[in-house]
């Protein structure tokens, strides 16, 4: 079936280990290499459940030693506060801050704040100096939150008509007069110096202009499905031998209708974002938030901090530099999140409905699996599992070999690390200049997620569907219409107008274990760069059949039925000019404007013709930006 066994082998270990560097594989090659070809094939490689491949790795005689003096060296590995790195950082934010420097300051602030222990009074100077920076810049409730951590903490006497004069002045700014007073109020108390007084009321008097930011709005669906309830009423699920379960229409849909909006069941931030953006919802961070034990994370809110640290961080947490020190990809950091962002007694609640769980049951071409990849994602598992018992998350109980219960979870981890192979999505932000302008748009990898509803939707190399992100949710929209009952296609990368015949199976094989039999795929469309290769063609009105543009066509050449050759030709060249006007309008920033031109002339070009075609193509591209625009952004780019 794969056209690359060497490729296949390749693109399944990245999905276990992405860096070189790391340990994992090369312990896991290790140990394979040491029982043999022989026992990998007839002894492990005759199991048929995961649960019994997850055992095997430790009770039988062959393997046990090596897995079980791994996992004994198992150890807390993380990146502690430091009050030492921390007392400097804030040294270099006041010079900075002195020389005029903002947004150096604000870092070093930041990473003060994130290097400081809770018991270290740095920390709350820092969020005091730090919320005195923000008023500065106009960012009045980042500045609220960093006085009222403060608070929270032993601030200096010395330090708190500070604190209560940044808290009057920030409620103020946010329109909350009741709270102003009583924050103005207390800083009165705080000092016996008339001219600070006067300087809090000359600020208090002041009209202040808080930073706007632009809240992205996941749309509505319209009527909703009986069954996936992030999904609209218009889709259905089939399921054939061939396909598996794959999703169709089951009435009309018109370019740009929103067809999924559905939350992250799983989601982690890619670790090269750890700096940037929130470990719990992806937002950027401007004022970061600190987990109490590690300075591994950061956090955008308190809110944040609290949700990841009642759930899956506190399990997490000890082990963060454990887990990426083994090269794991952030699809094996996700398996593991997945146990950890509930308690135990959920996670065997999980295992004991498992039949019933929409994610549980999402593809994982078991019967398709060699079996040493079975072994790496056994080990990888048992690893992982290790770590969920050191962590505390079974409770007191330390030693290696699992009890039964941690063997439901270990064989849930192996489960989930085949399932996540095939049904991860990659969340994208799109970056800009400091314009915001189209022609800098950048698309950027963020994290992982899996959404069990859109993991049920099929590749095409020429799709009908879109994706974009509002935080960690999906949105899907179409961008070509569909009638009833015929496929809603994804696309998982590899696209026609871009990529080649070759090179796109070749991804597909070996990445996602099929072969794409699509119509660009069986067709083999030119690339875009090509389009002069593309044939315009015409769609009979009453049967639908396809023909090239010939003037002296005047029937159907299929059921014989009279053409309107002009009005066909006209409506195409309508297309055509809508498609450009379209464009234009994306090109002068008039996003909205342009969003129902394109959709307008891509729903009338499908009925009077079909791809491949050039302008189409094109005017679909600028529609999938306009899209995205609707989504994660950050204008950044200089």
Known sequence: ???DEKYLEICSEKTL??????????????????????????????????????????ENDEIKDYTIGFLSNVQEIYRKKSPEIASNRFSQAETSEKSGDTKKALNL?????????????????????????????????????????????????????????????????????????????LAEKMTNDPNLVDKLRHNMAVEYEPIKREVKVIPPIGERHTHFSHASSKITVKKSP??????????????????????????????????????????????????????????????????AILTYHKYECKFFDLLLGSGMSVLSLMALRIITQQNL???????????????????????????????????????????????????????????????????????????????????YETLYDEKHSLKSAKMVNIGVAVYPTVALFNHECYPSVTRYFIGKTIVIVSIRPLTGNLSISENYGPIFTRIKLPQRQRTLSGRYWFNCQCQACLEDWPLLSNESNYVKRLKCPNCSFLFPVFP???????????????????????????????????KTERRDEAIPVLCQALDTFHRVSAPPHGETHRAQEALRICLADQGNSFDCLV
Request: proline share 3%; hydrophobic share 35%; net charge neutral.
């Open 17 to 58: 280990q992405i860096d070189k560097e790391g340990f994992f594989l090369q312990f896991a090659k290790t140990v394979a290499e040491n029982v043999g070809e022989k026992w990998v094939k007839n002894v492990f490689g005759k199991l048929k459940t995961d649960s019994e491949r997850i055992r095997v790795i430790y």
């Open 109 to 185: 602030y930041n990473q003060t704040i994130l290097k400081s222990p809770e018991s270290d009074p740095t920390l709350a100077l820092a969020l005091v100096r730090r919320a005195n920076l923000l008023v500065t810049l106009n960012e009045f409730s980042y500045a609220l939150t960093d006085t009222q951590l403060a608070l929270k903490l032993k601030v200096p006497s010395n330090v708190k008509f500070d604190v209560f004069s940044t808290m009057a002045m920030c409620n103020k700014a946010l329109k909350d007069e009741t709270k102003a007073q009583i924050s103005q109020n």
């Open 1 to 3: 079936m794969f056209c």
């Open 242 to 307: 061939d396909l598996g379960r794959y999703v169709v229409s089951n009435a009309d849909i018109k370019t740009g209708e929103i067809l999924v909006a559905e939350p992250a069941a799983v989601a982690c931030l890619n670790p090269d974002k750890f700096g940037t953006h929130c470990q719990h919802c992806f937002a950027r961070l401007l004022a970061p938030v600190g987990c109490p034990h590690c300075s591994s994370v950061a956090f955008c809110s308190p809110k944040c901090r609290d949700d």
């Open 345 to 427: 007694t959920q996670t065997l609640g999980i295992y004991d409905r498992k039949d019933t769980n929409a994610l549980y049951n999402l593809c994982t071409n078991e019967t398709k699996r060699q079996n040493c990849d079975f072994l790496q994602r056994s080990l990888m598992a048992a690893f992982l599992l290790r770590c969920l018992q050191k962590s505390g998350y079974f409770g007191g109980n330390d030693t290696v070999v699992p009890t039964q219960t941690e063997y439901k979870v270990g064989e849930m981890l192996l489960h989930y690390l085949q399932i996540l192979q095939f049904n991860a999505h990659e969340i």
């Open 552 to 586: 002296e066509i005047e029937k159907c050449p299929k059921c014989q039925t009279n053409i309107s050759f002009r009005e066909l030709t006209d409506k195409l060249d309508w297309c055509k000019n809508q498609f450009q006007t379209g464009i234009d309008l994306v």
